[in-house]
């Protein structure tokens, strides 16, 4: 099953009783393994997790460690991007190249790089004292 036949499955599960947004996310590990997450929200805002969060999470829980490919999908308009927190998580277990794709539930797509999504990413080097 493709990435996002995954996501748009797991967007039907999202829990968004406040906001009506149901978005999913499916993300593949490079040994092929998929990991999938939708946004749950919380009446305490804004302490609930979005759907790139969960995959992500899901991913690491699975032994996991590195995103080769991820899709997001919600219904709008056009396809939505992650949010900063989830572009910079995305860029914890990515490479500067790995494909981020944004879909709508209407078909429409738009691909990026985490590069592109994230330019001047903070990571572990940074805290490198070498």
Known sequence: MTLLLEARKVRELAYAPYSGFKVGAALRSPD???F??????NAAYPEG???????????VANGAR????ITVVADSPAPVPPCGGCRQKIAEFATAHT????????????????AELLPGAFGASHMDKS
């Open 49 to 59: 997790v979005c759907a790139e969060a969960g995959a992500i999470s899901a991913m």
């Open 66 to 69: 590195e995103i080769a490919e």
């Open 32 to 34: 092929g393994r998929v």
């Open 36 to 41: 999938v997450g939708c946004n749950v929200e």
């Open 99 to 114: 494909r981020v794709v944004m879909a709508t539930l209407t078909g429409l797509e738009m691909t990026m790089t985490v």
